[in-house]
């Protein structure tokens, strides 16, 4: 059985299914795909945060490629931050935000960048001092604090530095001068951005929509509006689950049980005999709620970005996506822009519990004033909420976590995967990537799901190796 039907859980129950068992769905949601899917209104399409299908992940590339085929497009890639009026490229290229800042500001920066390597942070544990060190106090405050602290909803000093480092691994100011230097070229390899990445036509929901057909096809079941409320236990085995169902509440065993459920409602669900210690860390998790507004604009071609980070103060919006740039499919027709405004808060706050108009005034508002498209008019718009959208490295989650797992661990035919499964902050490829090794350890495998993770530069840096004969050529 597997609990959740977005990438994670349904990459298992495709591979289980694809093996021959008989494997069952179980999704509370109406729709599949998670995060990943994609919402729909009227005739257009739009996609929840933004996925760009890139991994180095064999197997992952295969099975996107296997569901897909010729549905699977080649996209051009773009995005960049848009800060007081001015882009500068993404991921943040310093040598790019030193010339773009003005010789006065990049001078301060460089200064400061020299102070943080004289008298760095002795100690790494929390964001602000992990990118401080590496970039300079003042760099940290223009393009890290103030979007960082608008995504997370808490300060900086209060982030652990394993986000920083699972997201922002490699990158240092001085390695960023040098690699726009010639003193590079004698390096055996360089990392260059990648030029275009893969993205189902009608957006990431279509590759999800798709994989539970084959799993359908295959002899098993998806079942949706069917929420997990209950996992029973002997000790060490999950023997049954009680499922609020559209026709009531039904019991269903099963050998195994894969969860991407939420950790907090997983432990909820594994009631009533639970450790207390389990149960307070679990309700100590932390995540963060996710707000999409999709403005619809009476013409098209506004700017070229798939998606624009918002570093300029003064704003609510965090990512402006264009739909449009991802696959024109996702639109109606020629002469129309879907936007994706995109808004980070907590459930319940007054961000949450604005009505919808009153979103789609606030994103009016906000895109107007950041001056991308000043002849174009919004004449439609529409609200999609997305609660748990990211799991929240806050200063108490790393031990929340440990007496956790210290509980489901030895569960032995339980198994969390995915984002929310395991509150880690994964790539879609990486959550996957959980899930087809979960399917192995079930198998007799011994793998570590909790080894599998996430960079930066993953997703958006390549490695380029070069002949020796280039290399010369380049010294010379």
């Given at each position: 059985?597997?609990?959740?039907?977005?990438?994670?859980?349904?990459?298992?129950?495709?591979?289980?299914?694809?093996?021959?068992?008989?494997?069952?769905?179980?999704?509370?949601?109406?729709?599949?795909?998670?995060?990943?899917?994609?919402?729909?209104?009227?005739?257009?399409?739009?996609?929840?945060?933004?996925?760009?299908?890139?991994?180095?992940i064999p197997a992952v590339q295969s099975l996107w490629e296997e569901l897909l085929g010729d549905e699977f497009i080649d996209v051009p890639r773009l995005s960049r931050i848009l800060y007081n009026g001015r882009f500068f490229n993404y991921p943040l290229k310093a040598s790019n935000a030193l010339?773009?800042?003005?010789?006065?500001?990049?001078?301060?920066?460089?200064?400061?960048?020299?102070?943080?390597?004289?008298?760095?942070?002795?100690?790494?544990?929390?964001?602000?001092?992990?990118?401080?060190?590496?970039?300079?106090?003042?760099?940290?405050?223009?393009?890290?604090?103030?979007?960082?602290?608008?995504?997370?909803?808490?300060?900086?000093?209060?982030?652990?530095?394993?986000?920083?480092?699972?997201?922002?691994?490699?990158?240092?100011?001085?390695?960023?001068?040098?690699?726009?230097?010639?003193?590079?070229?004698?390096?055996?390899?360089?990392?260059?951005?990648?030029?275009?990445?893969?993205?189902?036509?009608?957006?990431?929901?279509?590759?999800?929509?798709?994989?539970?057909?084959?799993?359908?096809?295959?002899?098993?079941?998806?079942?949706?509006?069917?929420?997990?409320?209950?996992?029973?236990?002997?000790?060490?085995?999950?023997?049954?689950?009680?499922?609020?169902?559209?026709?009531?509440?039904?019991?269903?065993?099963?050998?195994?049980?894969?969860?991407?459920?939420?950790?907090?409602?997983?432990?909820?669900?594994?009631?009533?005999?639970?450790?207390?210690?389990?149960v307070e860390a679990a309700e100590k998790l932390a995540y963060r709620d996710f707000i999409l507004v999709a403005l619809i604009f009476d013409r098209d071609k506004l700017f070229p970005d798939n998606w624009i980070y918002v570093h300029t103060p003064g704003v609510q919006v965090g990512r402006i996506?264009?739909?449009?740039?991802?696959?024109?499919?996702?639109?109606?027709?020629?002469?129309?822009?879907?936007?994706?405004?995109?808004?980070?808060?907590?459930?319940?706050?007054?961000?949450?519990?604005?009505?919808?108009?009153?979103?789609?005034?606030?994103?009016?508002?906000?895109?107007?004033?950041?001056?991308?498209?000043?002849?174009?008019?919004?004449?439609?718009?529409?609200?999609?909420?997305?609660?748990?959208?990211?799991?929240?490295?806050?200063?108490?989650?790393?031990?929340?976590?440990?007496?956790?797992?210290?509980?489901?661990?030895?569960?032995?035919?339980?198994?969390?995967?995915?984002?929310?499964?395991?509150?880690?902050?994964?790539?879609?490829?990486?959550?996957?990537?959980?899930?087809?090794?979960?399917?192995?350890?079930?198998?007799?495998?011994?793998?570590?799901?909790?080894?599998?993770?996430?960079?930066?530069?993953?997703?958006?840096?390549?490695?380029?190796?070069?002949?020796?004969?280039?290399?010369?050529?380049?010294?010379?």
């Amino acid at each position: 059985m597997v609990c959740g039907a977005g990438p994670a859980g349904l990459t298992a129950a495709y591979a289980l299914a694809k093996k021959g068992y008989p494997v069952t769905v179980l999704e509370a949601d109406s729709i599949v795909g998670g995060i990943s899917r994609t919402a729909r209104y009227k005739d257009y399409r739009f996609d929840i945060g933004g996925h760009r299908f890139f991994t180095k992940i064999p197997a992952v590339q295969s099975l996107w490629e296997e569901l897909l085929g010729d549905e699977f497009i080649d996209v051009p890639r773009l995005s960049r931050i848009l800060y007081n009026g001015r882009f500068f490229n993404y991921p943040l290229k310093a040598s790019n935000a030193l010339v773009g800042l003005g010789l006065w500001e990049a001078g301060l920066i460089v200064l400061s960048y020299v102070h943080a390597r004289m008298s760095p942070h002795p100690a790494e544990e929390n964001f602000e001092q992990w990118v401080s060190n590496r970039f300079g106090s003042r760099l940290y405050r223009i393009f890290f604090k103030t979007y960082t602290e608008k995504v997370w909803g808490v300060p900086c000093t209060e982030i652990r530095a394993e986000w920083a480092a699972q997201r922002i691994q490699g990158l240092s100011l001085a390695r960023a001068i040098l690699s726009a230097t010639t003193l590079n070229t004698r390096a055996p390899a360089i990392k260059t951005l990648i030029q275009q990445f893969k993205y189902p036509r009608l957006g990431p929901g279509q590759m999800w929509e798709r994989c539970a057909e084959r799993v359908s096809e295959l002899g098993g079941s998806v079942l949706l509006k069917h929420r997990v409320v209950g996992l029973e236990t002997d000790g060490c085995r999950v023997t049954g689950a009680t499922v609020a169902a559209p026709e009531g509440t039904r019991r269903i065993e099963a050998e195994h049980f894969i969860s991407t459920m939420s950790l907090r409602s997983l432990v909820r669900a594994l009631g009533p005999v639970r450790p207390q210690a389990a149960v307070e860390a679990a309700e100590k998790l932390a995540y963060r709620d996710f707000i999409l507004v999709a403005l619809i604009f009476d013409r098209d071609k506004l700017f070229p970005d798939n998606w624009i980070y918002v570093h300029t103060p003064g704003v609510q919006v965090g990512r402006i996506q264009n739909f449009n740039n991802w696959s024109a499919a996702m639109v109606p027709q020629p002469g129309v822009t879907c936007i994706g405004m995109e808004y980070f808060c907590f459930k319940g706050d007054n961000l949450w519990e604005s009505s919808d108009a009153d979103l789609i005034e606030l994103a009016t508002r906000e895109f107007g004033g950041l001056g991308l498209a000043p002849n174009a008019a919004v004449v439609d718009g529409t609200v999609v909420r997305m609660p748990k959208a990211y799991p929240i490295y806050d200063a108490t989650y790393r031990e929340n976590l440990g007496v956790i797992r210290g509980y489901i661990d030895p569960i032995t035919n339980l198994h969390t995967v995915g984002r929310n499964g395991m509150h880690k902050y994964n790539n879609q490829d990486h959550s996957m990537y959980t899930a087809m090794l979960a399917v192995e350890n079930m198998r007799g495998a011994d793998h570590d799901l909790w080894e599998v993770n996430t960079e930066l530069e993953y997703h958006e840096e390549q490695r380029v190796e070069r002949s020796e004969n280039a290399r010369a050529t380049a010294a010379a």
